[in-house]
């Protein structure tokens, strides 16, 4: 059997990085091209036509890594969101803490799908960044209350 006729090696490679990184107590984010068809992820976490997900089991509901997509629920700024992610718009998998992972070459399995073609000069670095934190799935926008200022104090309420 030829590799054309051979069907898409990304969705076994994911479920294996997938579960290795968790394995490793690390936390899998995916990157995904958010401007192709069929992807339903929320559109203002959407940078640079991509988005980047954190998939770990504690940030993400009913985690699904199918053949064809990755669909989830997640909250996202403290509101719930339903992810559809299909397969030919994950680029890459790796851990927040140490990179680990990998990207994903373009396949002939999803030539043929309408809306997964990429632009030829889409390119994806992953690269470390101190200055600003990414969007994540597992945090809230609700900021911590402000903390009194000088000594602690007691009032009897009668």
């Given at each position: 059997m030829e590799i054309a006729q051979m069907t898409a090696r990304r969705p076994y490679m994911l479920r294996a990085f997938y579960d290795w990184l968790v394995d490793n107590d690390l936390t899998p984010h995916l990157v995904v091209q958010a401007t192709l068809a069929g992807v339903r992820v929320p559109q203002e976490f959407i940078q640079d036509g991509q988005i980047i997900?954190?998939?770990?089991?504690?940030?993400?509901?009913?985690?699904?890594?199918?053949?064809?997509?990755?669909?989830?629920?997640?909250r996202f700024g403290?509101?719930?969101?339903?992810?559809?992610?299909?397969?030919?718009?994950?680029l890459a998998i790796y851990a927040r803490e140490n990179g680990?992972?990998?990207?994903?070459?373009?396949?002939?399995?999803?030539t043929s799908i309408p809306g997964a073609e990429q632009e030829e000069d889409d390119g994806i670095w992953l690269e470390e960044e101190h200055s600003a934190p990414q969007?994540?799935?597992?945090?809230?926008?609700?900021?911590?209350?402000?903390?009194?200022?000088?000594?602690?104090?007691?009032?009897?309420?009668?």
């Open positions: 997900l954190n998939i770990a089991p504690r940030a993400v509901g009913n985690l699904e890594l199918g053949n064809d997509t990755i669909s989830f629920n997640a403290g509101r719930p969101h339903s992810v559809i992610v299909p397969l030919y718009a994950v680990a992972g990998t990207m994903f070459e373009p396949e002939e399995a999803y969007p994540s799935i597992d945090f809230d926008d609700e900021p911590e209350p402000p903390r009194p200022k000088g000594r602690p104090s007691l009032r009897v309420v009668k």
